[in-house]
């Protein structure tokens, strides 16, 4: 895949980028050695410092970041502009409660181990590859480097092809805070050149967000090297709606989780379940509210669905709707693109779906949601758990009963009761099954990339 800004809204090519040379990538990694060797002796408090001095740099350039974004990736505008907010706020609660993450554990009886004292030290691991997807270009990279410059390690960002502006922003955010040189930095390159740069004896572990095809690749490779690493792929969640729920804003609710960021996702919710006793009046209400979105140019402030980030993208997901259209699947709204530039697809909902539709097991990478009817909570959560997948999940009812049946039967990582998917700075955030594993946000994220190191004393 080229390194380019292709405009999603317009399909052209603004800005072309040449693939780091091996000498560059080689100087590139001996600084984030270099600088790793400094930062695990500074001072939490030091880190902070810069850490914040980062998310000011960020909070006083998200105009033209916001717009940047947008440009390369198509999401609205007002959704860059909140996106670069999180990251400065996800910034400042690691400046402020990495030290208490990472604070010595003493275990609470030592005479038990013949010691007058253990605990467990954590150390930062060194230099971490971080694989990055176009989705949510700040993010997801902030998402990883908040935390892992904060535990002392430092990191080689290899960004999707597609938002190399982006990538290249992050290669300086850091240093310009005031980190040592090459504590973050970007190395840009195509996917091909990342199993040697995992191979690379200064790369310690590696994270990857992406989908499931990527992961299992960079998972193998870091698997070959006995290195660590931690997986954040794909989704289908499942988004259940059960007689009690509010259904007004369950269907509000839906639509969002639907379509935030263009579709584009991986916490969306996808399959929505809904229980025969107010599936109609439910699939009303959303179709309604999904065809009534306002679809156009993501700069424009009014917009509410930009185009998808790539043509393949587009292409994929048209596909994926006119299989399952072939088979016998009701549309309910949209089920096709517009004519016209740009890689834009109507928000679509389906329903009467079979297993023979790719569908009901593929991750549907747009603004298209599949609605299933269920006559049980039994039916509802083995259609939720029939994917590979086991990212996040909804569940919208007010009886406690229901609820306990799905928080303890629903296979994912994690499980919104009245809400829909959202990370946060303070909430544990990944999946299980074909979603990865290992966990980011939250004092977990921290310490994915820590050394526990055990200290026993006779
Ligand atoms: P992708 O094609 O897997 O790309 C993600 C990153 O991996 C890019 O930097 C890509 O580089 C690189 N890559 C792709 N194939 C690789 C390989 N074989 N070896 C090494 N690197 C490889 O994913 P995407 O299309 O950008 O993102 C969409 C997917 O990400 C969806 O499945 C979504 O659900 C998932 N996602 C998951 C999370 C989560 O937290 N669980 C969050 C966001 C997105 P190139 O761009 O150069 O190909």
Known sequence: MAIAVVNPTTGETEEEFTAHSAEEIESRLQKAQAAHETLRDLTYAQRGVWMKKAADILEAEVDELSKMMTIEMGKPIAQSVAEVLKCAKNMRFYADNAEGFLADE??????????????????????????????????????????ALMAGNTGVLKHASNVPRSALYLDTLFTRAGFPEGSFITILTGAAAVAAVIDDRRIKAVTLTGSEPAGRSVAARAGQNIKKSVMELGGSDAFIVMPSADLDRASTVGVTARTSNNGQSCIAGKRFIVHTDVYDEFVAMFSEKMAALVVGDPLDEATQIGPLATEGGRDEIAELVDDAV???????????????????????????????????????????????????????????NQTTFGLSSALWTTDASDEEFFIHNIDAGAVFVNGMTISYPELPFGGIKDSGFGRELAAPGIREFCNFKTVWKG
């Open 106 to 147: 003493p275990i609470d009886d030592p005479s038990k181990v013949g010691a007058s004292q253990a605990y467990v030290h954590y150390q930062p691991l060194g230099v971490i590859l971080a694989v990055m997807p176009w989705n949510y270009p700040m993010w997801q990279v902030i998402r990883f480097a908040a935390p």
């Open 326 to 384: 072939s088979k016998g699947a009701r549309v309910l709204a949209g089920g096709g693109a517009p004519d016209g530039p740009g890689w834009f697809y109507a928000p679509t909902v389906l329903d009467q779906l079979t297993p023979d539709m790719r569908l009901v097991m593929e991750e549907a990478f747009g603004p298209v949601a599949t609605v299933y009817r269920v006559t049980s909570r039994e039916e509802a959560v083995a259609i939720a």
